[in-house]
């Protein structure tokens, strides 16, 4: 039985090389090869290089910022991929239909993980411990952090690159199995280094809906950057997100974002995920201001729920004139995932001064195909409802869909669609869905 005593005994006596580590996989076991910018990436490469030795041992990765080498079709007999979010590291696979995907929204993923799919092996990567042995997660929770009570064997890449968080990031050494001393620079995600006008428009048209005391939901990439530079003027703002990024910080350093006015966690940038450059890993360690809390806490939308004037952003592919939102399959093929994009939705409508915001550009493909659609594309499943959206954003404006009836709904539609998609779209509606309602 472990206990909390002589913890540097027990910790000096679990270490050991990324290669003999990774011995306790067998073939056939469930391993989660830790999530987002957390993956260890001395770990991966370990069972990599035991491939020749292992049959079918299903790899879970969740965002996946590493090299994802066992989705290579080298790899297929020993390795398959399961997905619950993909992205350029492991599309290929689940559309050559070597991989599987698992669509499940981000709220329930510790759940389902600890339950119905248990863990023989999670990897996971940790701060160096203090000195009462205990060490952090950094800047991933997720859902990770429910699995290391659960998995069957739990192995750490103890990294001094990983800043240290507080909240549920924060475990015991021996709470962990085996130890992989090992420095490597984590996964950043960059800046956008530039923003075209059409996500600045579309970014212009998301502050306009965000009020001083508002607490949001973002994300990374050009428009929620963009839209976190906008509010320059704005006061009190709150954070309460999945994935916290460098433009979170930039906000806070303005005083924008203080989290004086949330009605839940106040004070505090609550995440469980952390995404961004190295700037924003060092500005976060023994940062008292941020709180990393698990999946299940952060993205669940009674939780979210509880934050008045909470407003949450996502984006989409594809939009149907019902409001139907398609934001993770291109056609039949499998493109990202949920993540917690219906979570926030969801809670952001049953709060109380609540909105949900999705956008998306009006065309892809160089402007010849418009993504305001009469009907999804074969094969893409709904990944919003039109009950749960509230307003659509393009570079055209804000279609506000919250009580509209079904007309109302395809009017506030094409209006924000292109001007050269227009006029088809208001024939196509008449012609296939205004007959029929």
């Known amino acids: ?3 909390t005593d002589n913890w540097k005994s027990y910790y000096n006596s679990r270490i050991m090389s990324a290669d003999e580590a990774v011995r306790v996989v067998k073939s056939r076991d469930r391993v989660i090869d830790g999530h987002g910018t957390g993956q260890p990436t001395l770990l991966r490469e370990a069972l990599i290089r035991r491939a ?17 080498e066992y989705c290579r079709p080298e790899y297929e007999k020993n390795f398959v991929h399961h997905s619950v979010f993909n992205n350029a590291a492991t599309r290929q696979a689940h559309w050559e239909a070597r991989a599987e995907f698992t ?82 620079p984590l996964h950043e995600i960059p800046e956008a280094e530039e923003i075209s006008d059409k996500e600045k428009s579309i970014a212009n048209h998301i502050a306009s809906l965000i009020n ?24 009190d703002i709150g954070i309460h997100t999945e994935l916290a990024s460098t433009g979170i910080m930039k906000m806070l350093e303005k005083g924008v974002i203080n989290n004086s006015r949330k009605s839940l966690d106040a004070g505090k940038v609550v995440c ?20 990393m809390h698990r999946s299940g806490y952060v993205n669940n939308p009674l939780i979210i729920a509880r934050q008045k004037n909470m407003v949450a952003m996502n984006s989409a592919i594809q ?20 993540g917690g994009q219906l979570d926030f939705l969801r809670g952001a409508a049953m709060a109380e001064g609540g909105r949900s915001i999705i956008c998306l550009a009006a065309t892809a493909a160089k402007g010849t195909i ?31 869909l919250w009580g509209k009836t079904n007309r109302e ?14 006029e088809q779209l208001e024939k196509d509606y008449y012609e296939k869905i205004h007959r029929v309602l």
């Open 1 to 3: 039985m472990k206990t």
């Open 52 to 68: 020749d030795e292992l049959e079918k041992v299903e790899v879970v990765s969740g965002f996946a910022l590493g090299n994802a």
């Open 103 to 184: 669509p499940a929204p981000f709220s329930v993923l510790d759940r389902l993980f600890t339950t119905k799919l248990p863990v023989d092996v999670l990897f996971i990567q940790i701060t160096p411990p203090d000195k009462d042995g205990y060490v952090s997660m950094g800047i991933d929770v997720s859902f990770t952090r429910a699995v290391v009570d659960t998995a069957r064997i739990v192995i750490a890449q103890v990294n001094n690159y990983m800043p240290w968080t507080f909240g549920d990031s924060v475990i015991h050494v021996n709470d962990i199995d085996y130890f992989v001393e090992g420095d490597v």
């Open 212 to 235: 001083d005391g508002d607490t949001i939901q973002t994300g990374v990439g050009a428009i929620p950057d963009t839209v976190l530079s906008l509010l320059d003027n704005h006061k």
């Open 272 to 291: 469980t995920l952390m995404g961004g450059t190295r700037a924003f890993y060092d500005y976060v360690d023994h940062n008292q201001t941020f709180e």
């Open 319 to 338: 939009v149907d004139l019902f409001g139907q939102v398609c934001a993770d399959m291109i056609g039949p093929k499998q493109f990202s995932g949920v």
């Open 370 to 400: 418009s993504r305001i659609v009469p009907s999804l594309d074969a094969g893409a499943a709904v990944t919003d409802t039109r009950y749960d959206v509230m307003y659509i954003v393009t570079e055209f404006g804000i279609a506000d």
């Open 409 to 422: 709904r395809a009017k506030e539609l094409i209006r924000i669609a292109h001007p050269k998609f227009r």
